[in-house]
């Protein structure tokens, strides 16, 4: 008859000759990796004159708000707008009856620089671009408008709500 204290040394034994299997591991690599596209968004706000002599300078400022990737390189372009005066070389409003008020937009409040589109061979060769670099926050950039007396002295101006619309580019 076997004791209690053999079947605890057999007990003993079988745990320890247990323990010394190896206990083995494998290792791999896994590939993280992520793509931050180039990408900008803007929102244009209008450039609004309210009453106006036509006759009498008048400057107004609005604001654009591009957001755009961290160190991504961009520039902002306009257009000539919908009712471009071809024969004047200037940006025109439109009454509902045909008369027109024209008008410039410019890239500082010293209106020493139209801005256009002509560094992209498209619609407004009078102005040019502004380049600008992404922070990936909002930034906001400036607008000028102004209703100039020698823009408007060959036009009779009749009383009415004129409008344009011009269309604000991103390229990057």
Known sequence: MHSKSQHAVVATV???????????????????SATVPSSCSIAAGNLAFGNVNPKAQTDVSTTLTVTCTANLAYSVTMDAGQHYDAARSLRSMVDGN?????????????????????????????????????????????????????????????????SDQVLVTINY
């Open 98 to 162: 045909g008369g027109k008020l024209r008008y410039h937009i410019f890239k500082n409040a010293e209106a020493s620089g139209q801005w256009g589109d002509n560094d992209f061979a498209r619609t407004y060769n009078t102005g040019s671009s502004l380049a600008f670099t992404g922070t990936g926050a909002a930034q906001n950039i400036p607008v000028f408008g102004r209703i100039a007396v020698s823009s408007n002295n060959d036009l009779v101006v009749a009383p009415g709500a004129y």
């Open 14 to 32: 079988l745990a320890l000759s247990a323990g010394t299997v190896q206990a083995a591991t494998v290792s791999a690599l896994m590939a993280v």
